[in-house]
C-alpha cells in the first residue's frame, strides 16, 4: 500500500543503484555519452521508463511528451514511438530504468483488480515518479534480493496504480493483429530461419489466406521478420553490454555490416550510438 509520497532526489539515487544491480538482469538501464534518437521503435509490450540522468523526447501519433529526471514515463500499448535521449550537460550522461510490465505482471494486476474499469488512457503518459515511490523501492529491493516473485507482485501493485489515475488499457490489451503475432514468433526465435510454412503450421492458415491477411494489414512478411528481428537486436542493446556482433548474430544476422545497415535504415541512428556495448 502507498505511504505516501518519496522525496525526488533519494528515491532517484536508489533507483539509480539499477544500473550495477547483477541481478537486474533484463531491466533496461540505458547508457549514452551523446545525444541519440531512434524513429519509429516499436515498443510490443506496455512498459515504463524511469528517467535518472539527462532528459528524454517522445512522441507517437502527433502527441509529444518532454521527460527529465523525477518523470516516470509510461507506455500502455503496443506501439511504434519516436525517441530522442539527450545526456545531462553537466555529467555528459544519460541513463535511464525500462521496466517491462510482462504478461505475469499484467494478469496478477487483472486478479487484484476490483469494480469497473476506468477509460483505456493515452499510448504515452508521463507520471511523476515520487508519487509512486513506495512499489517503486519495493521493487528494486525484491530485485537486489533475487526475489522475482516479489518483483513481480510490487509491478503488479504498480500497474494497478497506474490503473487507478485513468490508465485501464494496462488490463484489457487490444487483440493483435495477424502481424504482430508473426512478429511476436519471430521475436521468440530471432535467429531461426523463418519460412511462410514455418507461419502457416503455427497459425493455422493457408499459404494463400497467410497472404491475403498481411496483404490487407499493408505488411509484407519479410518486412515483418526483419522488424521483430531488429526489435530484438534494439532490447539487447539496451539491456545488455554484448558487443556488437554478438547481437547481431543473436538477432540473425550473420554479417555485421549487413546488420548495421539494416539497423542505420530501420531506425536512423548506427546501433553503437546506444552507448551500452
Not at 530504468?97 to 505482471?105: F, G, M, R
Not at 505488411?219 to 526483419?226: C, E, I
Amino acid at each position: 500500500m502507498e505511504t505516501g509520497p518519496q522525496p525526488a532526489a533519494a528515491l532517484l539515487a536508489q533507483l539509480a543503484t539499477l544500473a550495477d544491480c547483477p541481478r537486474a538482469e533484463g531491466y533496461a538501464c540505458v547508457t549514452a555519452r551523446r545525444e541519440h534518437g531512434a524513429s519509429s521503435v516499436e515498443i510490443p509490450h506496455p512498459q515504463f521508463a524511469i528517467l535518472l540522468q539527462g532528459r528524454k523526447r517522445a512522441s507517437v501519433a502527433g502527441k509529444r511528451l518532454e521527460l527529465a529526471p523525477g518523470d516516470l514515463f509510461l507506455v500502455t500499448r503496443r506501439c511504434r514511438i519516436d525517441v530522442v535521449n539527450l545526456p545531462d550537460p553537466h555529467t555528459g550522461l544519460y541513463l535511464s530504468a525500462i521496466v517491462p510490465l510482462c504478461s505475469e505482471v499484467l494478469a496478477a494486476a487483472r486478479a487484484l483488480w476490483s469494480g469497473p474499469l476506468p477509460g483505456p488512457g493515452d499510448t504515452l503518459t508521463r507520471l511523476p515518479l515520487a508519487a509512486h515511490g513506495t512499489p517503486l523501492l519495493h521493487w528494486r529491493q525484491a530485485l537486489e534480493r533475487g526475489d522475482y516473485t516479489g518483483a513481480r507482485l510490487a509491478l503488479a501493485a504498480l500497474t494497478v496504480a497506474f490503473c487507478n489515475q485513468g490508465q485501464g488499457g494496462l488490463l484489457v490489451p487490444p487483440a493483435p493483429s495477424l502481424g504482430d503475432r508473426i512478429r511476436d514468433l519471430v521475436a521468440a526465435h530471432p535467429d531461426r530461419a523463418w519460412q511462410s510454412r514455418d507461419f502457416e503450421a503455427h497459425l493455422g492458415l493457408s499459404g494463400a489466406t497467410l497472404r491475403r491477411r498481411l496483404a490487407a494489414e499493408g505488411a509484407p512478411l519479410r518486412t515483418l521478420v526483419g522488424d521483430a528481428r531488429l526489435a530484438h537486436a534494439m532490447q539487447l542493446l539496451y539491456t545488455s553490454r554484448l558487443p556488437l556482433k554478438t547481437v547481431a548474430a543473436r538477432a540473425g544476422y550473420r554479417s555485421l555490416s549487413s546488420f548495421n545497415r539494416r539497423f542505420a535504415e530501420r531506425y536512423g541512428m548506427d546501433p553503437s550510438a546506444i552507448g551500452n556495448s
